[in-house]
């Protein structure tokens, strides 16, 4: 693996296993409008839900309460841990395991939300093979709701490395080929609590070149949902 791989959110980055809380950092100040968990509470109410590359819990304190069961699923300990240290664990259980392979009972869940997971990951056999276990367990007419990164936007552009190559424009196709539809476009951005965290972060994720690009602590994001419904 070279150094700018390294330095990616890609599923086995280094990241999430060295710097969880570094990663936080970044996954907090990410939406800070919280309008993707506007967009899935409404769908996830009195639900038993699973949420798949859940990392540093972004979403578990705000959506436990509303369902009736939680479980939150990361390969990573050290991401999984700051995610339990953020509730109280009521309704909500820990699974750390790959999500080719999560041991979950199949027809056992309702609702499934995977958050930048499927896109980060770059192996494409392993990036079916989540998509098939997690539709596995999904009972009758589930859902999996599936965020990802939107084109055109501010942070596309910081983190683009190649002008003529969008992972975002690939993760939509790849999507959509396995019969997602996107549901919404959500306009939203990041806060960092200064320019100097917002830059530190990106140091740490993709490098000096990257975070010399970032000039303010927020940085407009679009974000792309896109649901599949198991049958
Ligand atoms: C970009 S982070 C997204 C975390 C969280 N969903 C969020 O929105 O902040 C990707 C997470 O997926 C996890 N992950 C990646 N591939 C995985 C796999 N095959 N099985 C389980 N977890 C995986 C990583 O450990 C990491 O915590």
């Not at 993707?36 to 009195?46: A, G, N």
């Not at 965290?197 to 000039?215: L, M, P, T």
Request: hydrophobic fraction near 35%.
């Amino acid at each position: 693996m070279n150094n700018q791989q390294t330095h990616k959110l890609e599923s086995n980055s280094k990241i999430y296993y060295e710097q969880s809380n570094m990663y936080n950092i970044f996954s907090q100040a990410e939406d800070y409008k919280g309008l993707v968990v506007d967009f899935l509470k409404p769908l996830i109410l009195d639900k038993k839900l699973l949420d798949v590359g859940c990392g540093t819990g972004k979403y578990v304190s705000v959506l436990a309460p509303l369902v009736s069961e939680y479980i939150c699923l990361d390969q990573s300990k050290t991401q999984l841990e700051i995610a339990k240290n953020k509730t109280n664990k009521d309704k909500i259980s820990y699974i750390q395991a790959s999500a080719e392979k999560n041991g979950l009972n199949s027809n056992s869940v309702d609702v499934a939300i995977a958050t930048w997971v499927l896109g980060s990951i770059l192996d494409i056999d392993q990036q079916l093979a989540v998509l098939k276990e997690t539709e596995r367990v999904l009972k009758e007419n589930g859902s999996i709701y599936v965020a990802e990164n939107d084109g055109g936007c501010e942070f596309e552009e910081i983190i683009r490395r190649e002008p003529n190559i969008s992972t975002t424009k690939q993760t939509k196709d790849w999507l959509e080929e396995k019969g997602f539809v996107k549901v919404s476009s959500i306009d939203t951005y990041f806060e960092f609590n200064s320019l100097k965290d917002a830059q530190d972060v990106f140091y740490n994720i993709w490098g000096s070149e990257i975070s010399k690009r970032v000039q303010s602590e927020k940085i407009a994001h679009k974000i792309a949902i896109y649901e599949k419904k198991v049958i």
